[in-house]
């Protein structure tokens, strides 16, 4: 079955960019969608953006100035960078698939996710 | 302030059936899917119900899902102990054209 996992710096300072890869297995990223996810400390959670495999994206207007994903088929992975990142960007991040042709359904499965911190 | 309105929290004792509602509005819920996620303590949330009352293989049936208008629930019915964990509703969004969640239910077991 497909499983994801995130890698990525632990620690980010103020203001840089913050950089995440989820690599995919146990199956084909050529198709389907590719989300990120985050999650603050003791909050809810946060959906920042998806990939389509062939390239498309759509993101969270609330971040939609400082997020690029983009999508490596022949290394079966997809990237986050969020930049000019402040404390509040401080979260875990996941990755996950969206299982549907339209980019519009569910996660699953999700990453075990990777927490971020942003500090000097 | 999340998009999509649940109780903080729930609670209930072992055997019980508990309900979880969630909120939207016309361009959430009311035009799409929703969809439910199990965050266990420690660990990455799990696809619990999707396309509003459907269990992906391994989830057990006393989890189910409804809709209604603009609100959806889940249901826990035989309550264990295992089930104390977060629970997330979520959709689609078609302003501003993206995945919503609500801000989470804290479920406790008593």
């Known amino acids: 079955q497909v499983q994801l996992q995130e890698s990525g710096p632990g620690l980010v300072k103020p203001s840089e960019t913050l950089s995440l890869t989820c690599t995919v297995s146990?199956?084909?990223?050529?198709?389907?969608?590719w989300s990120w996810v985050r999650q603050p400390p003791g909050k809810g959670l946060e959906w920042i953006g998806y990939?389509?495999?062939?390239?498309?994206?759509n993101y969270n207007p609330s971040l939609k100035s400082r997020v690029t994903i983009s999508v490596d088929t022949s290394k079966s992975h997809f990237s986050l960078n969020l930049s000019s990142v402040t404390a509040a960007d401080t979260a875990v991040y996941y990755c996950?698939?969206?299982?549907?042709?339209?980019?519009?359904?569910?996660?699953?499965?999700w990453g075990q996710g990777t927490l971020v911190t942003v500090s000097s | 302030q999340s998009v999509l309105t649940q109780p903080p929290s729930a609670s209930g004792t072992p055997g019980q059936r508990v309900t979880i509602s969630c909120s939207g509005s016309?361009?959430?819920?009311?035009?799409?899917?929703v969809y439910w996620y199990q965050q266990l303590p420690g660990t990455a949330p799990k696809l619990l119900i999707y396309?509003?009352?459907q269990r992906p293989s391994g989830v057990p049936g006393r989890f189910s899902g409804s809709k209604s208008g603009t609100s959806a629930s889940l249901a826990i019915s035989g309550l264990r102990s295992e089930d104390e964990a977060d629970y997330y509703c979520?959709?689609?969004?078609?302003?501003?054209?993206?995945?919503?969640f609500g801000g989470g239910t804290k479920l406790t077991v008593l």
């Open positions: 996950a698939r969206i299982p549907d042709s339209s980019g519009h359904g569910w996660f699953d499965p």
């Open positions: 146990g199956g084909s990223i050529s198709s389907f969608y």
């Open positions: 990939i389509s495999y062939d390239g498309r994206t």
């Open positions: 016309t361009s959430n819920i009311g035009s799409n899917y």
């Open positions: 396309m509003n009352n």
């Open positions: 979520a959709t689609w969004d078609d302003s501003p054209n993206g995945p919503v």
